[in-house]
Each structure stands twice: as C-alpha cells, then as structure tokens.
C-alpha cells in the first residue's frame, strides 16, 4: 500500500479529533484510542505501512504521522482529565450527604466512659485554671522513680510491679512503661519550671490483672507549684473537684496520713459514702471510701527539677481514673473497660457530641 497523501492524514485527524470530542464517557473515549493508537488502530496501522516507503519518503512522512499520534494523543489526555472530573462531580452530587440528617441509631457509635470521665474532669479542672500536660508512655528510671525521689533500690519501687523493656545494648539502661503519671509532674516542671498548673490524664502499666487492677490503666496526676501553695489550697482543690464531679454538693471528704516519697507530708483521701448490700452510694452517709493519693511536693523533686524549694512550694495528686468512672457511673468490673465489647460500649457509653462543660452541667 502507497504512503496516503497528506489530505488524507488531515483527513484522519480531524474525524479522530472529532471522535475524541464526542466521547461522552471513559469507555467510550478508551474505544477511540483503541481505534486509533491500539495495536490495531488505524494510526498504528499507517505507521507499520512506512515500511514499505523509501528513506527520504520515510523520514517526511514519519514527521507528519509522529506529530499526528503526538496531537490525537494530546486530545485523548485532555479529554480523559475532563471526563474524569465530570465523573468525579456527577458522583459526588450523587452521593451527596445531608449532613442535617439525624444519626441512625443502630449506626450511632458512642464514646467510651474513659474519654468521657477525662473529659469531666478536664472540664472542671480546666475552670480552676489548670492547663492539660502529657508525657510519653514509655518511660526512662530518672523520671517515673529517681527525680520522684525514690532512690535506687528503695523498697516503693517494688510496690509498683513494674514493665520493663529489654535493656539498652548503648548504655545497658533499661526504659519502662510508666506506673503512674507522676512522671509528667516532672518533665512539666523541667520544661516550664514554677508557676505551674497541671493536670496529666493519661495510661499508666502495672503487672497485675484481677477484679481490680489491669495491666494498663488511667490515672490523672494534678500538680500546683507556686510561692505560696499549701496544703489548705490542695484540700479545697481537691473538694471542689470531687463535689462537682459526683455532683453532690455536701460530698465529705477524709485527709488521712499516708506515704509517697515524692510527696511531705502525704494523705490519701477518702469520699462519704453508704454501702448497703451490694450497693454502693456516694455522699454524706458515714461510711468512707478511698479514692486518690495527695501531698505537698517533696522539696527534694523541686531540686531535682532546678526549682529552687526555697522559694517555692507545690501541691500533687493522682488518681484512677477506671476507679472514679466505676463510682459515678455504677460499673462493676475493671476489666470489662478494656474488652471492646459493644453490647458494653452501647450501655455505659455517653452519646458523641454530649461534649461535658460546667456550663451545660456535667451530669445531664
Ligand atoms: N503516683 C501515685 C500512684 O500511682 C499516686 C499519687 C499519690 C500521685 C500522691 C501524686 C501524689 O501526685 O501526690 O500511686
């Protein structure tokens, strides 16, 4: 076969063009090309008929069939690019969400008591002006024990059933996951020195499993450090929050003698409350329950810390925050917090967007 003339490419490109312009979807728009530029194609074609040309026929009318592949390829690009974003906002008005539509319920998920209860308590303490500080899960020996001022080999360490992780090869030190949030109390006061107003939420590892404990579970660590803090702001504080997180306004609280190394002197304070068969009841009935740690800042973790104790004093707590949720919202079993089951999610769980503040009231 004879190389077409020119008239006849011109001819070509212009029904090839006009197809591509017709294409009305990709599949339509892939069957042009694959007419024109597949193995088949008719460009394709014309290109393996050059063979039979001589060298100088060869090389003109290669030029013009590269540049008509070269605009017909173009064509397609640029077609394909607009039915892709024709395609692309006929599916999304397709699709389109109301998002004014209610929530089905059977696909309503809930937030776990958990967030909720940290979400409470940020909630009142941040109303008492505390910022929220975090701190990292693993942890080295200087910060969850040294800097809190338990000394190497004091027996408090033991009581903590630490995790340690497999010793360092660099310096043969072994890192941890923390035992409690009390860690962060240091690296808050390395990194922002006094005045301080801190509350840490957040997971704490012990190696313990039963009724009441699980190997992971939450504390929230408060921390106060400014020129003049006493023990007397540290028993309103800690009032305030227990009677506006059990929202009971006469809740009695009990300050008794207690050890920590890294708080002097050091209580432990328990909330009224009435137990009464299997029942358990929060308020001012008699009976006493224990619910968080608390002391004035050991003057030795300041120095630790390059605060100078002199000048300066503090107030700390920690709690569980498992152990809290469990009193104020009636729920039996540690363990079943950590279960993911959704029959329990769907009971003790708190409806998404119900965020807790003062303002609306914690305890609708
Ligand atoms: N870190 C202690 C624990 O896990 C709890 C605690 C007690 C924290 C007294 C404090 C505190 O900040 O002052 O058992």
Redesign the pocket.
């Known amino acids: 076969m004879s190389a077409e003339p020119k008239s006849a490419l011109e001819a070509l490109k212009t029904e090839l063009l006009t197809a591509v312009g017709e294409a009305t979807d990709l599949a339509a728009l892939e069957e042009v090309r694959v007419s024109a530029l597949g193995k088949k194609g008719r460009i394709t074609g014309l290109m393996a008929d050059m063979r039979s040309l001589s060298p100088e026929e060869r090389k003109e009318r290669g030029q013009s069939m590269n540049a008509l592949k070269d605009e017909v390829g173009a064509a397609l690009d640029a077609r394909k690019a607009d039915l892709h974003k024709a395609a692309l906002a006929a599916r999304l008005e397709a699709e389109r969400i109301d998002v004014t539509l209610p929530v089905r319920p059977e696909r309503e998920g809930r937030v776990h008591p958990i967030t909720q209860t940290i979400d409470e308590l940020t909630a009142i303490f941040a109303d008492m002006g505390f910022s929220v500080a975090e701190g990292p899960d693993i942890e080295d020996d200087f910060h969850n024990f040294t800097a809190l001022n338990f000394p190497p080999g004091h027996p408090a360490r033991d009581m903590h059933d630490t995790f340690y992780l497999p010793d360092r090869p660099s310096d043969g030190s072994r890192m941890l996951l923390r035992?409690?949030?009390?860690p962060v109390?240091v690296r808050s006061l390395l990194a922002d020195k006094a005045p301080i107003r801190v509350i840490i939420p957040g997971r704490?590892y012990r190696s313990d499993y039963d009724m009441t404990h699980t190997p992971m579970f939450h504390?929230v660590?408060?921390?106060v450090v400014d020129e003049k803090t006493s023990m007397a702001n540290l028993r309103g504080c800690l009032i305030e929050f227990c009677r506006a997180f059990f929202d009971v306004d006469d809740l009695p609280l009990r300050f008794r003698p207690s050890f920590?190394p890294?708080?002097e002197p050091?209580a432990e304070v328990d909330i009224g409350c009435l137990r009464r068969g299997g029942e358990l009841k929060i308020g001012n009935f008699g009976d006493w329950l224990e619910i968080?740690?608390?002391?004035m800042v050991h003057p030795n973790v300041l120095e630790n810390c390059g605060i100078d104790s002199t000048k300066y004093q503090g107030f700390?707590?920690?709690m569980g925050i498992e152990r809290i949720a469990m009193l104020k919202y009636g729920i039996p079993d540690l363990r079943t917090f950590f279960e993911a089951d959704l029959r329990w999610l769907k009971h003790y769980g708190f409806v998404p967007l119900d965020v807790p503040s003062l303002a609306q009231g914690l305890n609708r």
């Open positions: 035992t409690h949030t009390s109390q704490t504390q660590e408060g921390l920590f890294f708080t050091s968080l740690g608390c002391g700390a707590f920690g």
